[in-house]
């Protein structure tokens, strides 16, 4: 079964770090491009971040809101896929989900995992 | 902050056909770049709905189907059902500084 699984979600301080990870199996890790996206409450959905496969790269690119603030990092050895957040702002106060980006689907986020909730508040 | 408009809400009662506009402009979908959709049921993730403009994923009912023309795209609902009741999100590519992957403001489906 074709399966995302994200994990390390909290509460952090405004400031702080937090590093969330996404869990892949069912299909080829490596040869795929993810991205994750994120929803704050009540909210719509926004892209966060992307990252090649590394046959077709392995470069990353990410929304403004935090382009420097956020790494998108990959482990294919682990089918894990890892988004790195400093510098945390309350709105960045949202649910993370990690997807894949399939190019048989025309670039569409054909996969998603359920989600891990990030609160950023003193 | 999103580059692609959606109305808020649409409606409609069972069985009628309901459609929903995405807005672009040339650094979007006006620049070629494929439309997709999704559907967000409540509590749960998204979920593929249309993919390059028009096309269905495996399990998505004939009833949903997708154009794109200029700037602009639709998803079109026919036969709207209870349990098409769900957020529904636009999602295309930009060529500006605002980011390679870029969602619409989301319209809210209800079914009367």
């Known amino acids: 079964e074709v399966q995302l699984v994200e994990s390390g979600g909290g509460l952090v301080k405004p400031g702080g770090s937090l590093r969330l990870s996404c869990a892949a199996s069912?299909?080829?890790?490596?040869?795929?491009?993810m991205s994750w996206v994120r929803q704050a409450p009540g909210k719509g959905l926004e892209w966060v971040g992307r990252?090649?496969?590394?046959?077709?790269?392995?470069?990353?690119d990410y929304a403004a809101p935090v382009k420097g603030r956020f790494t998108i990092s990959r482990d294919d050895s682990k089918n894990t896929l890892y988004l790195q957040m400093n510098s945390l702002k309350t709105e960045d106060t949202a649910v993370y989900y990690c997807?894949?980006?399939?190019?048989?689907?025309?670039?569409?986020?054909?996969?998603w995992g359920q989600g891990t909730m990030v609160t950023v508040s003193s | 902050q999103s580059v692609l408009t959606q109305p808020p809400s649409v409606s409609g009662a069972p069985g009628q056909r309901v459609t929903i506009s995405c807005t672009g402009s040339?650094?979007?979908?006006?620049?070629?770049?494929?439309v997709h959709w999704y559907q967000q049921l409540p509590g749960t993730a998204p979920k593929l709905l249309i993919y390059?403009?028009?096309n269905r994923p495996s399990g998505v009912p004939d009833r949903f189907s997708g154009s794109k023309s200029g700037t602009s795209a639709s998803l079109a609902i026919t036969g709207l059902q209870a349990e098409d009741e769900a957020d529904y999100y636009c999602?295309?590519?930009?060529?500006?500084?605002?980011?390679?992957?870029?969602f619409g403001t989301g319209t809210k489906v209800t079914v009367l």
């Open positions: 390059g403009n028009s």
């Open positions: 997807t894949t980006v399939s190019w048989v689907a025309g670039g569409a986020f054909d996969i």
């Open positions: 990252i090649k496969s590394k046959t077709d790269g392995g470069t990353t």
């Open positions: 040339s650094s979007n979908i006006g620049a070629g770049y494929d």
């Open positions: 069912g299909f080829t890790f490596s040869n795929a491009w």
């Open positions: 999602q295309s590519y930009d060529s500006s500084l605002s980011g390679w992957g870029v």
